[in-house]
């Protein structure tokens, strides 16, 4: 479980949560300008940085508009778990320390799917910002269409990793306690 100031760090890092922020909180206008850089700054993302930055700002929305839709709570809670699921190890590279191979190659296994996931979740909960809030409306279109975007490039990316490897990547599950450690580099298996 990530640490609050560890949590802000990877906010800070990726700065488009911050200003969804600041736009949901009248700090600054959604101008077409800002739009735009919202959309090139998301693009120029690997995916499973565009995944934790979509996530990190969606969860802003869905906490501000809770009570729009039921949908949004689940949007919500499917960003809560993804932020979950990919903060930590994210960081961990942010900060060049080492990092399990089976969980990052997991972790982009996982990526399209979740990218896909979250462009859904928010098309579902932009019916019901339109009439409530045009700026979260407009927030949650930028996020979807790059979630799609990055979802396609992190299937390209699977895909040129099945044809390196032979066969789509299979993850061993990891047997020995994460505390310890060794010499060895665990690497997908083939079956």
């Not at 390209?156 to 044809?163: F, N």
């Amino acid at each position: 479980m990530l640490k609050p100031k560890q949590l802000a760090t990877i906010v800070n890092r990726l700065q488009v949560p911050v200003i969804v922020s600041d736009i949901l909180n009248g700090d600054a206008a959604l101008s077409a300008d800002v739009q735009y850089g919202l959309h090139e700054v998301i693009s120029e993302l690997q995916p499973d940085s565009a995944l934790l930055c979509v996530a990190l700002s969606a969860k802003k929305i869905a906490s501000k508009f809770h009570d729009a839709s039921p949908s949004m709570k689940i949007l919500e809670m499917e960003s809560a778990r993804i932020i979950e699921d990919y903060a930590e190890l994210w960081l961990l590279n942010a900060e060049d320390r080492e990092i399990n191979e089976v969980d990052a190659l997991d972790a982009v296994s996982r990526s399209a799917e979740d990218l896909e996931s979250m462009a859904e979740l928010l098309d579902l909960n932009m019916h019901s910002l339109k009439s409530i809030n045009a700026e979260a409306w407009a927030l949650c279109d930028i996020l979807s269409v790059q979630s799609r975007a990055h979802a396609l490039i992190a299937e390209a990316y699977i895909e040129t990793l099945e044809s390196v490897l032979g066969a789509a990547p299979k993850m061993q599950t990891v047997i020995a306690d994460k505390a310890l450690s060794d010499n060895v580099i665990q690497f997908p298996i083939k079956r």
